[in-house]
């Protein structure tokens, strides 16, 4: 088969969705990845053809929370990252996927590859490496943990689900009017999903389709690989650290919320990963190794967009934890998860490809 694959998101997008393609073009498959410029170099790493989506998800994040962390705010920065983006996402994913057999989307970008799917009569699979799919088991991880009756979890996704749509409605719309296609009215739905979670972190829940599989975490087999010395000598001196990492984390105060979290793990030691909000005025160490050795070397505990992978924001989610509040005191130790294969994913894909095409696939009994 030849794929698109089309996100928009940070390093925890489009990393595993760069791991699967890999393993899809290793099942004989042909895959394009279209994701943010900056987040590509795995892609590049792996040999995944690949090509930039328009913005800079970086600049894009910093001024969604430079309004504040409200869901009116998020909400209000979604639509003006809508407005900015989506045209330009659109006629690139149309472009990339002519002559494709189904698209492969999530992220920032699943309404763009739901509508180009639409367009272009071929399946949609839905992608993700949070759960998207309605359940009674727990409310939507879009909304602050704790516990409310099963209806209300259910309906959490409907809510939020319908809040994003609302954002992006009026730009998809303007996007299709221009490829030649009609106003969408209301969301898609009935498309299979494929998530690169663990099952270990997230059993899925009885009550999902069997059209929505958990796969295991994307990700490459361990490799051989030595650390820089003055790694090795960190290591050595002492008892396994604490990895914090906060990967794409921004928009709250690095100077307060990182010394409480040393404080509060003294006397433990510390391997800090701070991302993209930066070192603090506090002794640690700088390291750009890569995540996946660290994880063998050293406890976790993971900030919401952190290294460790989405998958731990899944483990956080069932557990009723927030690894983002330091207030609530509580983390998430974070263990070598067991994935599939690539060639399970595979056939995943070839499942969830069957699925669509009984249901009619978009464009085809399109519900609008």
């Given at each position: 088969m030849r794929l698109l694959a089309l996100t928009y998101g940070t390093e925890g997008d489009t990393r595993p969705l760069a791991m699967l393609c890999h393993g899809l073009i290793g099942a004989g498959h042909a895959v394009t990845l279209l994701a943010d410029g900056g987040t590509l170099g795995s892609a590049q790493a792996l040999d995944v053809p690949h090509a930039a989506l328009e913005g800079d998800i970086h600049d894009d994040v910093v001024a969604l929370v430079s309004r504040g962390n409200g869901v009116a705010a998020a909400s209000t920065g979604l639509g003006r990252m809508a407005l900015q983006h989506v045209s330009g996402w659109m006629r690139q994913a149309d472009a990339a996927a002519e002559g494709c057999d189904a698209i492969l989307t999530g992220g920032l970008a699943a309404f763009v590859g739901m509508s180009v799917g639409e367009r272009r009569r071929i399946p949609v699979i839905g992608s993700g490496m949070i759960p998207l799919t309605p359940t009674r088991a727990f409310r939507s991880p879009f909304l602050p943990p704790g516990r409310s009756p099963g209806w209300l979890n259910r309906a959490s996704y409907g809510w939020v689900n319908?809040?994003?749509?609302?954002?992006?409605?009026?730009?998809?719309?303007?996007?299709?009017?221009?490829?030649?296609?009609?106003?969408?009215?209301?969301?898609?739905?009935?498309?299979?999903?494929?998530?690169?979670?663990s099952p270990q972190l997230l059993p899925p829940p009885a009550d999902w389709p069997a059209d929505h599989i958990v796969c295991g975490q994307w990700r490459l087999p361990d490799a051989p690989w030595a650390p820089p010395a003055d790694l090795r000598a960190f290591l050595d001196a002492g008892p396994p650290p604490v990895y914090l990492g906060f990967g794409s984390m921004t928009g709250f105060d690095r100077e307060r919320v990182l010394p409480a979290?040393?404080?509060?793990?003294?006397?433990?030691?510390?391997?800090?990963?701070?991302?993209?909000?930066?070192?603090?005025?506090?002794?640690?160490?700088?390291?750009?190794?890569?995540?996946?050795?660290?994880?063998?070397?050293?406890?976790?505990?993971?900030?919401?967009?952190?290294?460790?992978?989405?998958?731990?924001?899944?483990?956080?989610?069932?557990?009723?934890?927030?690894?983002?509040?330091?207030?609530?005191?509580?983390g998430t130790v974070v263990t070598e998860a067991t994935g599939c294969s690539n060639a399970g994913s595979s056939h995943h894909l070839r499942r969830s490809r069957r699925s669509t095409r009984a249901r009619g696939g978009p464009g085809r009994g399109d519900e609008r």
């Open positions: 319908g809040l994003i749509w609302r954002q992006f409605r009026r730009p998809i719309n303007a996007a299709r009017q221009q490829l030649g296609q009609s106003p969408r009215r209301a969301l898609w739905s009935g498309l299979p999903m494929l998530y690169g979670i979290l040393l404080q509060a793990l003294a006397p433990r030691r510390v391997l800090l990963f701070p991302g993209w909000v930066g070192l603090p005025a506090v002794p640690a160490l700088r390291t750009r190794h890569p995540p996946r050795w660290q994880r063998h070397h050293a406890f976790g505990l993971p900030g919401r967009h952190s290294l460790a992978g989405d998958a731990v924001r899944c483990g956080s989610v069932l557990l009723g934890r927030s690894p983002v509040s330091v207030g609530r005191g509580t």
